[in-house]
């Protein structure tokens, strides 16, 4: 794959500045920030471009979540975001190619339903199977700047549109980030490591990071039949021995990446939880964490909107669907 160039220049263009910002309302609840934007939209849009000339990322807003996990949140403000979101469309049009098939996370047409498309695919592969399940431990917040940086000039040449993704890759490294984070006893955030969990440029860097992990898999360990989703890796194989083998070859190729597995990597036989589903004996059911948690906001909307109600049911069927092997 040769090298893309002339992408920076692609960041000044007025109209793609518009209509980046156009998708992003969207899917802005915050309607007032909208009108407030919109108020002097021609001023704005022209704030941005000047902007990228010397760029700088505006205060993070901080704030925690702890469902489904603990997670540090790091929200830009709209101009940053329009950036951002500039920023990883074109980083998606020239990661994709390198990308294999079976890297299922946040890309057009893969996602959860594709994946268990093809975990069915390869399931129905075997008489009997055994699935190596590696999940690493806090991967957004162990990313190494450096190597990510390394690996991304490997595919882009253009030095303006490499240093632009260089500071939004470094924008972790403010010491305000620090002190909140001591504030609320995290202790897992290293100067120069960690993407921002809350920007779309961490989705697409998020799934390049371990693009030659992917490829080692395929073509160095000959696994055909193998699934990635962010930082969930599956391996399907007839052979346990040999999965134990990949295993310690993982272990070893993560380490080069500053990354380790956590504890719930496991092998089994003719079994899986992946993707929210439970893969079993040829069958799929939705996990009992996730139903319950669905049956919940369910019957707290159908109490106080229904209207709303109506509409996520409606959601959720394709969700239950799924359920049919």
């Not at 000047?50 to 949140?73: A, C, Q, T, V, W």
């Not at 890796?233 to 380490?255: A, E, G, S, W």
Request: glycine share 2%; aromatic share 14%.
């Amino acid at each position: 794959m040769k090298r893309k160039g002339n992408l920076y220049n692609r960041l000044l263009d007025i109209d793609y500045i518009l209509n980046t910002y156009k998708i992003i309302k969207k899917n802005t609840k915050n309607k007032l920030k909208l009108e407030k934007f919109e108020e002097n939209l021609s001023i704005n849009i022209i704030d941005i471009k000047n902007k990228l000339s010397n760029y700088k990322i505006d205060k993070y807003n901080l704030f925690m979540i702890y469902k489904p996990k603990e997670r540090l949140i790091l929200s830009l403000n709209l101009k940053d975001k329009i950036i951002n979101h500039m920023v990883a469309y074109l980083l998606f049009n020239v990661l994709e190619s390198s990308l294999i098939d079976s890297n299922v996370a946040v890309r057009i047409n893969k996602g959860t339903s594709y994946g268990i498309k093809l975990v069915k695919k390869y399931i129905n592969c075997y008489n009997d199977y055994y699935v190596l399940k590696c999940d690493i431990k806090k991967y957004f917040y162990s990313i190494n700047h450096d190597i990510l940086k390394k690996l991304l000039k490997e595919k882009i040449k253009d030095q303006l549109f490499l240093d632009l993704i260089d500071k939004i890759i470094d924008s972790t490294n403010e010491e305000y980030i620090f002190e909140y984070a001591k504030k609320h006893n995290i202790n897992y955030l290293k100067n120069g490591y960690g993407l921002s969990i809350g920007n779309m440029t961490s989705q697409i860097l998020g799934i390049f990071y371990l693009n030659d992990l992917d490829h080692y898999i395929k073509e160095n360990l000959k696994i055909k039949h193998y699934i990635r989703y962010m930082d969930d890796l599956v391996l399907f194989h007839n052979d346990k021995k040999y999965l134990k083998y990949c295993l310690n070859k993982i272990i070893l190729f993560l380490n080069k990446y500053d990354l380790e597995l956590n504890n719930k990597t496991i092998i089994t036989k003719n079994n899986l939880c992946f993707l929210g589903y439970r893969f079993y004996n040829k069958k799929i059911k939705i996990l009992s964490k996730n139903r319950r948690k669905i049956y919940k906001k369910l019957r707290i909307l159908k109490q106080y909107n229904l209207d709303k109600y109506i509409k996520v049911l409606n959601s959720y069927y394709g969700y239950f669907k799924i359920q049919k092997y």
